[in-house]
């Protein structure tokens, strides 16, 4: 089982930044794929981006160039850091993990972003 724990959400206004970090415990060990979800009201779950042990990324469209993605550190822990925040940003946003498909969720955290 692997356990995840996310922090760093909140309320920040447009063209703010936020980071969001998300550290694995567990049985980290079978971790290849670390990514970062996000859920707005009445929409369905999307993948913002999503990091490989080698580094190999994939960035949603939404967010490319604004969203890079970072890790797993030694720590365990992968980073999104969000800059240029948009109000059509604000979701509850999930780190996932697993081996080959994202089979491990964190609670969420809520960012909110203020026009």
């Known amino acids: 089982q692997v356990q995840l724990v996310e922090s760093g959400g909140g309320l920040v206004q447009a063209g703010g930044a936020l980071r969001l970090s998300c550290a694995a415990s567990g049985s980290i060990v079978s971790i290849n794929t670390m990514g970062w979800y996000r859920q707005a009201p009445g929409k369905q779950r999307e993948l913002v981006a999503s990091i490989t042990t080698r580094g190999i990324t994939n960035d949603a469209d939404s967010v490319k160039g604004r969203f890079p993605i970072s890790g797993p550190s030694a720590q365990n822990t992968v980073y999104l850091q969000m800059n240029s925040l948009k109000p059509e940003d604000t979701a509850v946003y999930y780190c996932?993990?697993?081996?080959?498909?994202?089979?491990?969720w964190g609670q969420g955290t809520q960012v909110t972003v203020s026009s």
């Open positions: 996932a993990a697993g081996e080959w498909t994202h089979d491990y």
